[in-house]
């Protein structure tokens, strides 16, 4: 069982960056793929970034590719979510993700999630 919690989310203005964390309870941290998810009113959960549970591999959304960082502490049970040049369209909530197979863009495949943290861009 992994119980994930998100922390970093808030009122930014474009361009701006911001950092995502999220926090795993539980041995097996290591052992699972994490992904971000996000979703804006209204619209579907859309795919960000996933990485493998070692690290070495990860998948972006044509969209964040450049901008988005996903990367994992695995010693700290954390995954996080660089984000720079944020615009308005990155408003949204946003979700941590885990399960043990790495690779799915589909949130249906995902086992665990987090609450999500609010992300808002705004001039």
């Known amino acids: 069982q992994v119980q994930l919690v998100e922390s970093g989310g808030g009122l930014v203005k474009p361009v701006d960056s911001l950092s995502l964390s999220c926090a795993a309870s539980?041995?097996?941290?290591?052992?699972?793929?994490n992904a971000w998810f996000r979703q804006a009113p209204g619209k579907d959960r859309e795919f960000v970034a996933s990485?493998?549970?070692?690290?070495?591999?990860?998948t972006y959304a044509d969209s964040m590719k450049g901008r988005f960082t996903i990367s994992r502490d695995n010693a700290k049970n954390t995954a996080y979510l660089q984000m720079n040049s944020l615009k308005p369209e990155d408003t949204a909530v946003y979700y941590c993700?885990?399960?043990?197979?790495?690779?799915?863009?589909?949130?249906?495949?995902?086992?665990?999630w987090g609450q999500g943290t609010q992300v808002t861009v705004s001039s």
């Open positions: 993700a885990g399960d043990p197979d790495y690779g799915s863009i589909w949130s249906r495949d995902y086992r665990y």
């Open positions: 539980g041995r097996t941290f290591s052992k699972y793929a």
């Open positions: 990485i493998s549970w070692s690290g070495d591999s990860e």
